[in-house]
């Protein structure tokens, strides 16, 4: 059975966020200190919140709902792509396109323009000059560079998923917008009201991202009926669980961020 424990998340560097001059009044419910200038992230606050964001990605998915996941940080690229096509969803890893949700039909027709282009034995290279084939495969890389992750995508998703909602700003705005579901992993200078969903963690830390994006998407196979195996929990803390500890001569530095 797929779970995060508490010590994982500890492992990750889950616990560490950015300084506190840059942290969000809002977030203040996920701090549980501040130790030398940067503030640390209740991992407590991060398994509940995980778990809700958990218990509903499965009831959509129980009912054939689609997910997009959002990460164009450099960190989370991969990682964002990896895990959406593990469980046969849709990604955005490059810039994020105004209006990729709120205009969603034009979106379409540009999907089609391309599919169109990146049919063999299409017709619209029939009677064409050297350069305007040319200036043809110019437009169908362009597309599929901005398309490659949403190219199967018919409808709206029933819930967009992000690393890093402070980044991807423009994509929480859209689906505010439409009212589509926000799951989102949120670091201390994160405003988390507009999120149904936030995930107080490290949005920085490579670990932390692979850890939840993972249980994310063994989630959504297991409650679509992909994965024959029971749902992923997140363990909360133990009294033998470590303790989260700030910074000292013994303990990994705390880098600001």
């Keep these: 059975m797929p779970n995060i424990k508490f010590e994982d998340l500890l492992g990750s560097g889950a616990h560490f966020g950015h300084v506190t001059r840059k942290w969000n009044p809002n977030y203040k419910p996920y701090i549980l200190m501040e130790k030398n200038g940067v503030h640390i992230i209740n991992l407590d606050e991060t398994i509940r919140n995980l778990n809700k964001a958990l218990d509903f990605i499965s009831t959509k998915a129980k009912n ?24 046969s969803m849709f990604y955005v890893v490059e810039r994020w396109l105004g209006g990729t949700l709120t205009n969603f039909s034009t979106i379409k027709k540009s999907i089609k323009r391309l599919n169109l282009l990146e049919k063999e034995g299409s017709r619209i290279y029939e009677n064409q000059t050297k350069k305007e084939i040319q200036m043809l495969n110019r437009e169908r890389i362009k597309l599929s560079d901005q398309h490659r992750g949403i190219k199967d995508m018919r ?3 029933d819930a967009i998923i992000i690393v890093d909602a ?17 799951i989102a992993i949120v670091d201390s200078n994160t405003d988390p009201n507009p999120i149904q969903y936030p995930i107080p963690a490290n949005d920085d830390s490579i670990r932390t991202i692979q850890l939840i994006m993972k249980v ?14 029971e749902t992923p929990v997140v363990e909360a803390k133990t ?3 470590p303790v989260v500890e700030a910074k000292t001569e013994e303990t990994p530095v705390v880098e600001a961020k």
């Excluded at 402070?166 to 926000?182: H, Q, R």
């Excluded at 994310?216 to 195996?229: H, M, R, T, V, Y």
């Design 155 to 157: 409808r709206l998703p």
């Design 166 to 182: 402070n980044l991807e700003v423009t994509a929480v705005k859209e689906a505010s917008v439409l009212g589509i579901p926000i």
């Design 239 to 241: 009294e033998e669980t």
């Design 64 to 87: 054939k709902g689609e997910f997009l996941f959002v990460g164009t940080k450099k960190q989370a690229r991969d990682i964002v792509q990896q895990e959406a096509d593990r469980c």
């Design 216 to 229: 994310i998407a063994d989630q959504i196979l297991e409650s679509s009926g992909k994965k024959s195996e």
